[in-house]
């Protein structure tokens, strides 16, 4: 398994913005093969922004990667720029791979 780990800063009073815009992440995920789910988790807010966490969840890497290559993958990013106003600073990714034992 993988995960696919964003961590984004919300400036605050965007916060209903940015996950209107996130929800529809989800649909262009569902088509990918190894794609197993996709979650949206709410941090602490401070004066300044609203941290989110995004973990999506996948049978493998090599599922991850091979979907870094589709046209979905690109609008999903090409989303997240278009809508960087929404944010502080750049959306922080972490890929994390289960250990096997």
Known sequence: MFI????FYVRRGSEKEFER???NR?????ESEGFISISLLR????SESTLYI??????SRTHFENWKNT????LTVK???RNKDLYIGFPNFEGLQEVDS
């Not at 941090?43 to 401070?46: D, F, K």
């Not at 995004?54 to 049978?59: D, L, P, Q, V, Y």
């Open 4 to 7: 696919g780990n964003n961590r």
């Open 21 to 23: 815009i996130w929800t």
């Open 26 to 30: 989800e649909g262009l995920l569902k």
């Open 43 to 46: 941090g602490t807010t401070t």
């Open 54 to 59: 995004s973990n999506s969840i996948w049978k």
């Open 71 to 74: 046209d979905n993958f690109k």
């Open 79 to 81: 989303n997240t720029s």
